[in-house]
């Protein structure tokens, strides 16, 4: 079953004929993490890096912000039997898409936060596809844990 991930969703599952899906990642990044032994997955859709910039608003959509969504990603992965250090972790957008002169480098701050948050708690990314000026849309098979990646001008891929 499609269980479409929004702007600002987290989804996650145990359900081997779910694929997760979020369409249309252009300064956002989809963060994507699977337990190959227990077969949990989830998927992670943020626009922003800091919930500080708007503190009404993360306690309404954690999911907007990369310091408050991408904790609760892992968290709810665990309590359905996923395992950190089993996590096959990717990421993917940050792209600069409707800032071409690059004033708010919203891609980069995004992508930025990301790392830093990965980095304080030893989460390691095994495939990424960062930056440029393209939209993606990507999705992972809980079954099998397949990524698969559409990028506008590059076409369709595994990642």
């Known amino acids: 079953m499609k269980v479409v991930v929004g702007i600002s969703d987290m989804k996650v599952s145990n359900k081997p004929g779910d694929v997760l899906i979020t369409y249309s990642l252009g300064s956002c990044i989809g963060v994507v993490i699977w337990d190959p032994v227990v077969k949990v997955g989830?998927?992670?859709?943020?626009?922003?890096?800091?919930?500080?910039?708007d503190k009404e608003r993360s306690e309404q959509r954690p999911f907007m912000f990369a310091d408050s969504g991408i904790p609760l990603l892992f968290k709810e992965t665990y309590k359905i039997g996923a395992v950190k250090s089993r996590l096959i972790v990717k990421a993917v957008g940050g792209s600069q898409v409707m800032d071409a002169n690059g004033v708010f480098n919203i891609g980069k701050r995004n992508y930025t936060m990301l790392r830093k948050i990965f980095w304080k708690n030893k989460v390691m990314i095994s495939k990424e596809d960062i930056g440029g000026a393209v939209n993606r849309t990507v999705s992972l098979e809980i079954?099998?844990?397949?990524?698969?990646l559409k990028v506008s001008g590059r076409g369709e891929f595994e990642l």
């Open 42 to 53: 989830g998927m992670l859709h943020y626009m922003l890096p800091d919930s500080n910039l």
């Open 143 to 148: 079954g099998s844990g397949i990524t698969r």
